[in-house]
């Protein structure tokens, strides 16, 4: 007499326990949409690959570079399988909707607005490009009309350079090699004499990754998301690691 009384507990105890293994769940049954996502897998390396020329264009990763003719590029995405890297490069400076991309690898020949380069070397913080035209390398490496940044497109030659003059200049706003750059989270942005201005997007100390961009001349040059400490990053012309990321700051120890 009292079977149909414990089958149907039984049932009540089966469909209890199901319940509490689903977790948090919307009622659609996707995921908690409140979770916070999963950080980026660790690049798998190698750090480069190929050879970087002195006078070569760096483009840093996520950010853009105007280039000589009008054209301009941007290193959109990395990718390593422990072996070789590829990366994402697309046209223009700045994004817009329907711009051409491509993935390249080290030594390729690649061109922008009409102009002939060679992808030089490819690495998780940059992308080293070798223009194939003299007329090319000269117009880079012509010296700015002033040294002294006013903010804008006016800094276009102290931001889309290879003039040595301007990498010593930016050199000096930086600590000495070994010393540490701090760059404030919730701090506005840190300006440097080049032009260049960085600002932090995101740290999480918890998962070890921090999310910071750079802009000059109006451009963002660099756009580092889910950097971890050790990596390397560039910043017109000099190479930093990251050293420590706390909830205040992202501490970036001077390499190169």
């Given at each position: 007499?009292?079977?149909?009384?414990?089958r149907?507990?039984a049932?009540?105890a089966?469909?209890?326990l199901?319940l509490?293994a689903?977790?948090?769940?919307?009622?659609?049954?996707?995921?908690d949409p409140t979770?916070?996502?999963?950080?980026?897998?660790a690049d798998k390396?190698?750090?480069?690959?190929?050879?970087?020329s002195?006078?070569?264009?760096?483009l840093?990763?996520?950010g853009?570079f105007?280039?000589?003719g009008?054209g301009g590029?941007?290193?959109?995405?990395a990718?390593a399988?422990?072996t070789?890297r590829t990366a994402?490069l697309?046209?223009g400076a700045?994004?817009?909707d329907g711009r051409p991309?491509?993935?390249v690898t080290?030594?390729?020949?690649?061109?922008?607005a009409g102009?002939?380069?060679?992808?030089?070397q490819?690495?998780?913080y940059?992308?080293?490009?070798?223009p194939a035209d003299?007329?090319?390398?000269?117009?880079?490496?012509?010296?700015p009309?002033?040294m002294k940044?006013?903010?804008?497109?006016?800094d276009d030659?102290l931001?889309?350079t290879?003039?040595?003059?301007v990498?010593a200049?930016?050199?000096?706003?930086?600590p000495a090699?070994?010393g540490?750059?701090?760059?404030?989270?919730?701090?506005?942005a840190?300006r440097f004499p080049?032009?260049l201005?960085?600002?932090?997007a995101?740290?999480?100390?918890q998962a070890g990754?921090?999310?910071?961009?750079g802009?000059c001349?109006?451009?963002?040059?660099a756009d580092?998301?889910?950097?971890r400490?050790?990596?390397?990053?560039e910043l017109?012309?000099a190479?930093?690691?990251?050293?420590?990321?706390?909830?205040?700051?992202?501490?970036?120890?001077?390499?190169a």
């Amino acid at each position: 007499m009292h079977r149909p009384a414990a089958r149907h507990a039984a049932a009540a105890a089966v469909t209890a326990l199901l319940l509490t293994a689903c977790g948090t769940h919307d009622e659609a049954g996707g995921a908690d949409p409140t979770a916070p996502a999963a950080p980026a897998p660790a690049d798998k390396g190698p750090v480069c690959v190929g050879e970087a020329s002195k006078d070569g264009v760096r483009l840093l990763r996520g950010g853009g570079f105007r280039l000589p003719g009008g054209g301009g590029a941007q290193y959109v995405a990395a990718s390593a399988d422990g072996t070789t890297r590829t990366a994402v490069l697309r046209e223009g400076a700045v994004y817009e909707d329907g711009r051409p991309e491509q993935t390249v690898t080290p030594g390729q020949q690649v061109t922008f607005a009409g102009r002939a380069y060679t992808v030089g070397q490819i690495c998780s913080y940059r992308v080293v490009l070798e223009p194939a035209d003299a007329g090319d390398r000269a117009a880079l490496a012509k010296a700015p009309a002033s040294m002294k940044s006013t903010g804008g497109a006016a800094d276009d030659g102290l931001c889309f350079t290879t003039d040595p003059a301007v990498a010593a200049a930016a050199s000096k706003g930086f600590p000495a090699e070994g010393g540490m750059l701090s760059i404030l989270a919730n701090g506005g942005a840190a300006r440097f004499p080049t032009g260049l201005s960085l600002t932090v997007a995101a740290v999480d100390p918890q998962a070890g990754t921090a999310h910071f961009k750079g802009v000059c001349a109006a451009v963002m040059v660099a756009d580092y998301e889910d950097v971890r400490i050790g990596d390397t990053v560039e910043l017109a012309g000099a190479r930093f690691e990251v050293a420590e990321l706390t909830e205040q700051a992202v501490r970036l120890r001077r390499t190169a």
